[in-house]
């Protein structure tokens, strides 16, 4: 099977189960229920073959899984697992900025066979397709409408599993670069630098969230120069500072992670922006892990502090731009939960209820630091359930593997051969 193949199998798979509704999980435990082998693998194995086989580094060749596949998803084996590539992939560079009528029709095609079987839209499809009607309006340069499509990408990353929209941020990240490619006035040069830094920053967030850790680092690197050759000094702050607060989950060392805030807040020079509280929280949250409950209340009373200052359109902002009450609260309920402070209880409850409805990530991390306070509160069965629980109807982030191991290393040492404790772990060690 060729390389594109593999990708292709990976990129059905994974369709066929989100078009369905059911997470990694779930189509794991249906798979392993219609095995028929007495010797099958437990389930948390198989949510590591299903991860594996979605992210095309294995491809389903055993023919004990392969009918099981088919029959989950109720379509015939020859047909879910064969081996052509599909007409609806093409590399970016296939199709030519002066591709004529016949180029045209055949991006149409390759993009209703991308269609078709669910696949990703390949970057310059869609756009060859639209350039006929584009040509005719004089292929006219909305830097408001990027900006919409940023601020979307921004509101919706909160509201939806992660790694949702690589496919579709590689793809306007592309699209942007070869948009400056092109002379342009220095104000719209200035635009499109904000756009490809914001752009790059969410995809260094995703490309994180699924583990690609290499990925997100060379994205994190263009959009801070992106952000810095813009020119715009809030979005410098922002990007500084969000990096850092993935830094922190993905367990970078302190010096880095400080490093970034130090920057950050220079950058700021006191000025309310929405990368200023970030700086403060982070450096709190790290300094709550590693047991510096002075530095941790002292950057939480900055915070504070910043917080009353921020000015309404970011303290209003319901996106990963913004910084809201809910985001405040969900930091004191962090930080007071792990030094220990009554005040984490409540600061849990109330960021649950400031959340809107149908926010995913943020939510499912605060039911893990409930866990966190459940376990100090020496209830350990009710933390390690309600850990699992949310492992269990979430792909595991960054942010919800960095609790998890903090709650492993917290159990007593009695507790860690509790069922629970082993399905915590293992959901946690999955990759």
Not at 19 to 36: F, H, I, N, S, Y
Not at 130 to 156: F, H
Request: hydrophobic fraction near 40%; charged fraction near 25%; aromatic fraction near 6%.
């Amino acid at each position: 099977m060729t390389t594109e193949q593999r990708r292709m199998q990976a990129v059905r798979l994974r369709a066929e189960r989100e078009k369905r509704g059911w997470g990694q999980r779930t189509l794991a435990r249906l798979l392993r229920d219609t095995v028929e082998d007495q010797q099958k693998p437990e389930l948390p194995s198989f949510v590591t073959y299903v991860k594996r086989w979605e992210a095309g580094k294995a491809v389903v060749s055993d023919p004990r899984y392969r009918a099981p596949y088919a029959a989950v998803f109720g379509i015939k084996e020859d047909e879910l697992f064969k081996e052509e590539t599909s007409p609806g992939t093409v590399d970016a560079d296939v199709i030519p900025e002066d591709a004529g009528d016949d180029m045209r029709r055949r991006a149409a095609l390759q993009l209703l066979a991308a269609l078709g079987a669910g696949a990703a839209i390949p970057p310059a499809v869609l756009e060859t397709a639209l350039a006929g009607i584009e040509d005719a309006l004089g292929n006219p340069l909305d830097l408001d409408e990027w900006e919409r499509t940023v601020r979307e990408y921004a509101y919706l990353i909160n509201r939806t599993p992660v790694g949702t929209y690589l496919g579709d941020l590689t793809a306007d990240v592309i699209t942007i670069g070869r948009l400056l490619d092109q002379e342009r006035s220095e104000a719209v040069r200035a635009g499109l630098l904000r756009i490809s830094a914001g752009l790059s920053a969410l995809l260094a967030i995703e490309l994180g969230d699924v583990g690609n850790r290499r990925g997100a680092r060379l994205a994190w690197g263009t959009a801070r120069r992106a952000a810095d050759a813009s020119g715009d000094q809030g979005l410098r702050v922002w990007v500084r500072a969000r990096e850092a607060e993935e830094a922190l989950w993905t367990g970078a060392p302190p010096a880095d992670i400080l490093a970034l805030t130090a920057e950050a807040a220079a950058i700021a020079d006191g000025k309310p922006c929405s990368g200023l509280p970030r700086v403060h929280a982070t450096r709190a949250c790290l300094a709550a892990e590693n047991g510096d409950r002075t530095t941790a209340h002292r950057e939480m009373a900055a915070l504070g502090d910043v917080f009353e200052h921020l000015p309404d359109t970011v303290t209003s902002d319901p996106s990963t731009f913004g910084w809201g009450p809910s985001r405040l609260r969900w930091n004191e309920a962090y930080v007071y939960t792990l030094t220990g402070d009554e005040r984490g209880k409540a600061a849990v409850d109330e960021a649950i209820a400031l959340y809107p409805p149908g926010t995913l990530g943020p939510v499912a991390n605060l039911h893990m630091i409930r866990a966190m306070g459940l376990l100090q509160d020496r209830e350990i069965d009710a933390a390690l359930d309600a850990s699992v629980t949310t492992l269990q109807r979430l792909p595991i982030s960054p942010a919800r593997r960095h609790m998890s191991n903090q709650i492993l290393r917290a159990l007593p040492d009695k507790a860690h051969e509790l069922p629970a404790a082993r399905e915590l772990r293992a959901l946690t060690t999955a990759v």
